[in-house]
């Protein structure tokens, strides 16, 4: 390559890959770099994948290596474009500090002039400790590719450089308009003398704006929607995931227009950014559902629903997932004291059958019953674990969760006052024995509309909890444990 850069470029990347081979890359978003897939593989068209047992490490805004500057984060994962030399690697924490390279906005033309910069080798260094870059032109323009002809005397793009991003100057921005892929490397150190050819080829990206920003920047799919008529908000793994698995929990949710939606719970652990997609679940009305609880019933991996009805019926499916329901089962048929004196379900592991949950309702005279083995017994089965309480008639909302690390579930409820607490470990010897208070009297909870407890963020204990709020916000609360709630993050902003 040709000169060194002082701070100009610090969105380029150097790549340590296993110990084995260096490259060079480009930040196209606070947690991702682009570069080339041949970085990765000899033969791009097999995949490109992370040497196995061996951390591929990149170094981004630090122009001068020998100096402390920019941020060191290893990369978790590739996401390979198939059509070309070209891959996204997602590192293990976002880069701060340091403006991504725009995307082009244009499409290149031939006969541009454009920028190429890279840790590669130059002419009389085999390990440079600075970053280079050299003026270039567009030439033979094709599909997925764009040919570089060297402008600056000298200039080549060398072994160490490949990755390497190709950007234009308009008006004092860099775009991205390519990364070098191969090139004939004249002059550079370690080259037969005899080589005097410096054009190279590059993989365009100048036409991938909007694949770049699918992967690193995908859509919210909790925002542009009324959550103010979401009537309920439920946890579960239905579409692949369960404890320990790196997919989290879902969320699913019915409308006041009797439609229902399932959000798919995402892989990474951003607590702004806790679900992938939305699915439109096919076929039943929830218009009438009175209140809804999801839990895994029958040992498989995939968690169903219990509806209780405005009837008074309760029915269950023992599966769901993103492309609707097992067939619905009565549990229990219509009953006038089941539909005006059920206040709340939930479903937690509240006995010692770590396959099966139970579900917990709290009846309008303040007594818990605990049903174990749905679907088995039906609601034969029942647990009486509160008898009548008048204080118990001043809880709001209840929710289950893994937040203490109790041998059984948690229960969280939130008080009318506006205050919240957490029984630890309910079960049948201990019910509501050991309160742990995490929201005070009046607190902005007083405003929850909903709560929801589940690994939306991380699949190790303690779970967060989401709450949709009486203006149709929604926020997360991250990792709630033994010492409360802690920061919320806002879901809509």
């Given at each position: 390559?040709?000169?060194?850069v002082?701070?100009?470029f610090?969105?380029t990347a150097?790549?340590?890959?296993?110990?084995?081979?260096?490259?060079?890359?480009?930040?196209?978003?606070?947690q991702w770099?682009?570069?080339?897939a041949?970085?990765?593989?000899?033969n791009?068209?097999?995949?490109?994948?992370?040497?196995?047992?061996?951390?591929?490490?990149?170094?981004?805004?630090?122009?001068?290596l020998?100096?402390d500057?920019g941020t060191?984060?290893?990369v978790?994962?590739?996401?390979p474009?198939?059509?070309?030399?070209?891959v996204?690697?997602?590192?293990d924490k976002?880069?701060?500090g340091i403006?991504?390279?725009?995307l082009?906005?244009?499409t290149?033309?031939?006969?541009?002039?454009?920028?190429?910069?890279?840790?590669?080798?130059t002419?009389?260094?085999w390990?440079?400790?600075?970053?280079?870059?050299?003026?270039f032109t567009?030439?033979?323009?094709?599909?997925?590719?764009?040919?570089?002809?060297?402008k600056?005397?000298?200039?080549?793009?060398?072994?160490?450089?490949?990755?390497?991003?190709?950007?234009?100057?308009?008006?004092?921005r860099?775009e991205?308009?390519?990364?070098n892929?191969?090139?004939?490397?004249?002059?550079c150190?370690?080259?037969d003398?005899?080589?005097?050819?410096?054009?190279a080829?590059?993989?365009?990206?100048d036409?991938?704006a909007?694949?770049?920003?699918?992967?690193?920047?995908?859509?919210?799919?909790?925002?542009?929607?009324d959550?103010?008529?979401?009537?309920?908000?439920?946890?579960?793994y239905f579409?692949g995931g369960s404890?320990?698995?790196?997919r989290?929990?879902?969320l699913?949710?019915?409308?006041e227009?009797g439609?229902a939606?399932?959000?798919?719970?995402?892989?990474?652990?951003?607590?702004?950014?806790?679900f992938?997609?939305?699915?439109?679940?096919?076929g039943?009305?929830?218009f009438?559902?009175?209140s809804?609880?999801a839990?895994n019933?029958?040992?498989?991996?995939s968690?169903?629903?219990?509806v209780?009805?405005k009837?008074?019926?309760?029915?269950?499916f023992a599966?769901?997932?993103q492309?609707?329901?097992?067939?619905?089962e009565?549990?229990?048929?219509?009953?006038?004291?089941?539909?005006?004196n059920?206040?709340?379900?939930t479903?937690?592991?509240?006995?010692?059958?770590?396959?099966?949950?139970?579900?917990?309702?709290?009846w309008?005279?303040?007594?818990f019953?605990?049903?174990?083995?749905i679907?088995?017994?039906?609601?034969?089965?029942?647990?009486?674990?509160?008898?009548a309480?008048?204080?118990?008639?001043?809880?709001?909302?209840m929710?289950?969760?893994?937040f203490?690390?109790?041998?059984?579930?948690?229960?969280?409820?939130?008080?009318?006052?506006?205050?919240?607490?957490?029984?630890?470990?309910?079960?049948?010897?201990?019910?509501?024995?050991d309160?742990?208070k995490?929201?005070?009297?009046n607190?902005?909870?007083?405003f929850t509309?909903?709560?929801?407890?589940?690994?939306?963020?991380?699949?190790?204990?303690?779970?967060d909890?989401?709450?949709?709020?009486e203006?149709?916000?929604?926020?997360?609360?991250p990792?709630?444990?033994?010492?409360?709630?802690?920061?919320e993050?806002?879901l809509?902003?």
């Open positions: 390559m040709g000169q060194p002082n701070d100009s610090a969105f150097k790549l340590d890959i296993g110990g084995e081979r260096s490259c060079s890359a480009a930040l196209v978003a606070p770099l682009i570069t080339a041949s970085c990765f593989a000899e791009p068209a097999q995949g490109a994948k992370l040497p196995e047992g061996k951390p591929t490490t990149a170094i981004i805004g630090r122009p001068d020998t100096r500057a060191t984060a290893n978790t994962e590739l996401v474009r198939n059509d070309r030399d070209l996204l690697a997602k590192l976002p880069v701060t403006a991504p390279v725009a082009a906005a244009n290149t033309l031939e006969g541009q002039d454009v920028w190429v910069s890279g840790y590669g080798r002419k009389d260094e390990v440079p400790d600075r970053l280079h870059y050299a003026k567009t030439a033979s323009l094709k599909a997925t590719t764009v040919g570089l002809t060297a600056t005397e000298g200039a080549a793009i060398c072994q160490g450089d490949t990755g390497g991003p190709a950007f234009r100057d308009v008006g004092g860099s991205l308009i390519g990364v892929s191969r090139s004939w490397q004249g002059g150190q370690g080259t003398a005899k080589e005097t050819r410096t054009n080829i590059g993989a365009r990206v036409d991938l909007g694949w770049i920003r699918s992967v690193t920047s995908p859509p919210e799919p909790l925002r542009g929607k959550w103010k008529k979401a009537t309920n908000l439920i946890s579960g579409t404890p320990g698995a790196s989290h929990m879902d699913f949710v019915t409308w227009d439609t939606s399932l959000f798919q719970g995402a892989d990474g652990k951003d607590p702004e950014h806790p992938t997609a939305e699915h439109k679940m096919p039943k009305s929830w009438y559902a009175k809804i609880a839990g019933f029958t040992g498989s991996g968690d169903g629903l219990v209780r009805w009837t008074g019926q309760v029915t269950w599966h769901a997932n492309n609707g329901f097992s067939k619905e009565e549990l229990k048929p219509a009953a006038a004291h089941w539909a005006d059920v206040m709340e379900m479903v937690g592991r509240y006995t010692s059958n770590a396959q099966r949950d139970d579900l917990l309702i709290r309008r005279d303040g007594s019953a605990l049903h174990t083995d679907g088995t017994n039906g609601l034969k089965r029942e647990v009486q674990l509160l008898k309480n008048s204080a118990a008639t001043n809880i709001v909302q929710t289950a969760g893994e203490t690390g109790k041998e059984t579930a948690d229960l969280m409820v939130r008080w009318v006052n506006g205050s919240s607490s957490i029984y630890r470990g309910v079960n049948a010897s201990k019910p509501f024995e309160e742990l995490v929201r005070p009297e607190s902005a909870w007083r509309k909903a709560l929801a407890g589940g690994a939306f963020v991380g699949n190790a204990r303690p779970d909890v989401l709450v949709r709020w203006d149709g916000n929604l926020s997360l609360y990792a709630v444990d033994a010492s409360g709630t802690h920061s993050v806002n809509l902003k």
